[in-house]
């Protein structure tokens, strides 16, 4: 599986709101600035993920975008095929990973199984353990000062 800047980038602005669950919306022009992502694009990315249900928006000067259920319903799996379709990222005939060449694949078995493991990773990532995930390591970067 290789992930696309597309995939990446739903990926980071999903997390994003996440770690901004229960506040106001979040204008698209600061989501891009904290995660670095060009914010055309970013808009495209969206309206993606609203239109796959997992945003909600509300446009104008006070608009913005928020997680349309909580962190913890939504995965990294179905954030992937909102915004880069449906099953296998990048994977050519008969299960074997892009850029192989053809003719009959011995390993194609193991693609497989490999695809299967990936796509049970993120299907069983929430955003919610990815929030979790981030604060525990912003946690343990802050240094501890004792008096």
């Known amino acids: 599986m290789r992930l696309s800047a597309k995939g990446e980038y739903a990926i980071k602005a ?3 709101l996440a770690m901004h669950e229960g506040s106001e919306l979040q204008p698209v022009q600061e989501i891009a600035a904290r995660q670095r992502i060009p914010q055309r694009y970013l808009e495209q990315v969206l309206l993606q993920l609203r239109r796959g249900g997992m945003l909600t928006s509300k446009r ?25 379709g449906g099953g296998d990222l990048e994977r050519g005939e008969r ?7 053809s003719g009959p ?13 990936l796509w049970a990773v ?20 802050r240094p501890m000062y004792h008096i």
Not at 95 to 101: C, E, K
Not at 129 to 140: I, K, M, P, T
């Open 14 to 16: 999903v997390l994003d």
């Open 60 to 84: 104008g000067s006070s608009g913005g975008y928020r997680l349309a259920t909580a962190s913890h319903e939504i995965t990294v799996g179905a954030v992937l095929r909102a915004v880069e």
């Open 95 to 101: 299960g074997r990973p892009a850029g192989r060449g």
């Open 105 to 117: 694949d011995e390993l194609a078995g193991l693609w497989q199984e490999i695809a299967d493991a």
């Open 122 to 141: 993120v299907d069983a990532t929430t955003f919610a353990d990815l929030r979790r995930q981030v604060e525990e390591r912003r946690a343990a970067a």
